[in-house]
């Protein structure tokens, strides 16, 4: 069955439905029910006389997460980078944007316009996808750290070849102080010790390398700590089930909103029992949402 043709004022109404139906609970897992989809099928229809059917809703719903997951992505690797308020996306050149489509599938649409109806496709899709804590951006260059879980990887490009100490002479023979063996009790010198010649001391150079990688290692680790801030975000909302704000509530939906950042969930954390807990996400609810 072809697509539908969305232009964006049908994609504007498309999305407000969509969002309309995941806030009354007809999104069970990661896709609507089947109420959910004859809803949006007659929503399309009264409000702005489409017609579409149930694979096509779907096809988009899909097509829709997938547009956001590389928004969010692209997101987390714009430190640095320039903004454009009127397209709403970042402004970076042809160079940054290739590197950006080839960490990121998908994300090149960006370039031109970023993602439109985003409240929208946040109550859709902000609390079943998964971006990653990955704050790597293009033009950081040939080195990237990447964090996952508590292990930090640094990758650097830099060639890690020893060079010979400047003590040694040329030709790699050195000037070596022949010492004298004690005479033992059969009145015999032990065999004197034969050097190895065929290692190198570790020379100054690639002790400074050394060096260097070991700390980004540890700048990584640091970056990543703050970024996430005192608790994490499955330590957070493990807490927050347990102050009873389960699947399909009003609390538990928007606390998907609020612990993305780290100053939400060190707040719902500072209280001191689950029932102020669960009564400061119900307020925050309906600050932003109304009854």
Known sequence: MPDIDWDSESLRVLCQLFAEQVERGNRPNTHLNSIGYAEIEKGLKDRIGKVACKQQIKNKWDKLKEEFKAWKK???????????????????DDEWWKKAR?????????EKLGLQNEDELQKCFGDIISVGNDHWSPHMGNVAPSVQGNETQVEVDIDLTQQQDDAVGEGGDTNEVEQISPVNANGKRPPRPIPDKGKKTKTGTALTIQEVVTSMATSANSYASNKQGKYSIDEVMEHMIACGATYKTNEHFIASELFVKKEQREM????????IRFSWLTRKYVAKYGN
Request: hydrophobic share 40%.
């Open 102 to 110: 080839k960490v990121i599938p998908g994300c090149g649409k960006f």
């Open 74 to 92: 692209l997101m987390l690797r714009q430190t640095g980078t320039g903004w454009c308020p009127i397209k709403g996306t970042i402004i970076m």
């Open 268 to 275: 719902f954390m500072t209280l001191p029992n689950n029932e």
